[in-house]
């Protein structure tokens, strides 16, 4: 079992940026990839990011160039830099790990992000 309590969430305008935190009650060594999805009003849920122990990174088409994945072990954390904050990246954003033991995934509770224009 794990816990993941995401925050870095808010309001900001277009343009701007904010980080988003996601930090695990345990180590986060045998957990790959870790990730962060989101979901807007009537939309499903989708991958924005993604990175594995070995620091190899996946993103959306959608932030390409704009969100940068990373994370620490040692920290049991990992982080979501946004930049270039758009109207339409306006979500709910969850901090997802999968545990390379069992095969579970394990989610934040998330943390709302809103792009104002």
């Known amino acids: 079992q794990v816990q993941l309590v995401e925050s870095g969430g808010g309001l900001v305008q277009a343009g701007g940026s904010l980080r988003l935190s996601c930090v695990a009650s345990r180590s986060i060594v045998s957990f790959s990839p870790m990730g962060w999805y989101r979901q807007a009003p009537r939309n499903q849920r989708e991958l924005v990011a993604s990175i594995t122990n070995g620091g190899s990174t996946n993103y959306a088409d959608s932030v390409k160039g704009r969100f940068t994945i990373s994370r620490d072990n040692t920290k049991n954390t990992v982080w979501l830099q946004m930049n270039s904050l758009k109207p339409e990246d306006t979500a709910v954003y969850y901090c997802?790990?999968?545990?390379?033991?069992?095969?579970?995934?394990?989610w934040g509770q998330g943390t709302q992000v809103t792009v104002s224009s």
């Open positions: 997802n790990v999968h545990s390379m033991m069992t095969g579970r995934d394990y």
